[in-house]
């Protein structure tokens, strides 16, 4: 990150995957990192909200990816928060303003990854106006696309119509987002 920011701290909220921890904890300490980086292990819900809600950006990148959604993710945008993803299934979804996007890490080595992350957020550290305008739009699109109201009357919409595997079609599939 900026290496003259000493205010700039970096929460990795979660358990680290047992594949990388011995080698994330061996970088951070030789790295002198101790205390610019924490791990804090598992964390209740309160805590991990209070976490995004004391974040000015969040990062929640997915590899491998598996199709899946991401209640974080959707938490975050929810709180308006301004978050880098990578560009990839459903997170390609999210408007391009409402979000920084990364290309899917299956297209970049992890020197490139790293060095798009720094840059992203080095950018947007030089740029609070982007900063609240993501913030801005990450809100309204969760208030409008994640509400659950919503997501449940798509699902009914598409339970009610009774349709039959003959009736599934591009056009009945590109109207349940809509």
Known sequence: MSKGNDRLRLYLVGKPAESIKNELYDYINHNDLTGKVVVTGFVDLESFEMYIDAADICLNLRYPYNGESSGSLARILAKGKCVIVNDLGSFSEIPDNSCVKL?????????????????????????????????INAREFAEKELNLNHVANLYRKVILNHYSSKDINEHLINSIGK
């Open 103 to 135: 290309p899917s890490p299956e297209l970049l080595d992890i020197e490139e990854e790293v060095k798009l992350i720094i840059r992203e957020v080095n950018n947007l550290l030089s740029d609070c106006d982007r900063i609240k305008s993501i913030k």
